[in-house]
């Protein structure tokens, strides 16, 4: 059984990367709606 910092650690580093993925998905949105306009 897992202990329970260990589960809140990857709680932690999986909302960071959740965040991480918003922010590339938004830049990424963002420079392509420039490039059409």
């Known amino acids: 059984m ?3 910092k ?3 650690g990857s709680i932690l ?3 960071k ?3 991480i993925i ?3 998905y ?3 949105s963002s420079t392509i709606q420039f ?3």
């Open 26 to 28: 938004l830049i990424i």
């Open 35 to 37: 490039i059409k306009y």
């Open 2 to 4: 897992l202990k329970k």
């Open 17 to 19: 990367l959740l965040v």
């Open 22 to 24: 918003i922010l590339l």
């Open 6 to 8: 260990p589960i809140l």
């Open 13 to 15: 580093l999986a909302s």
